[in-house]
Nanobody
Framework: QVQLEESGGGLAQPGGALRLSCATS????????MSWARQARGKGLEWVAG????????YYQDSVKGRFTISRDNAKNTLYLQMSSLKPEDTAVYYC?????????????????WGQGTQVTVSS
């Protein structure tokens, strides 16, 4: 059965860094695009970054460009999100999601499995 498990969230100071991981199992990880999305309290789901099945194409939301880096290790079946220069507005629950296909499409209907989420809080 497909499983996605995020880790690495926590409390960071403004300007700080965190690295999120999403360990996966139950499917051929290297065949599918993956994405990170986040949801702040009281707000809707927001796409953060996406990566093609082989890592050759990446997408970033404008607000995180230059600060966040999405990557994947297909040998370890793991997705990563390196976050730096964190801001209080980055505070949210971060989810990893498995796409239905190999390319990045940022609509909810294009994803069939989601992790349980990991809380990221940016505060001094």
């Amino acid at each position: 059965q497909v499983q996605l498990e995020e880790s690495g969230g926590g409390l960071a100071q403004p300007g700080g860094a965190l690295r999120l991981s999403c360990a996966t199992s139950g499917f051929t990880f290297g065949h599918y695009a993956m994405s990170w999305a986040r949801q702040a309290r009281g707000k809707g789901l927001e796409w953060v970054a996406g990566i093609q099945y082989d890592g050759s194409d990446k997408y970033y939301q404008d607000s995180v460009k230059g600060r966040f880096t999405i990557s994947r290790d297909n040998a370890k079946n793991t997705l990563y999100l390196q976050m730096s220069s964190l801001k209080p507005e980055d505070t949210a629950v971060y989810y990893c999601a498995k796409a239905l296909d190999s390319t990045v499409i940022l609509t909810r209907s294009a994803y069939d499995y989601w992790g349980q989420g990991t809380q990221v809080t940016v505060s001094s």
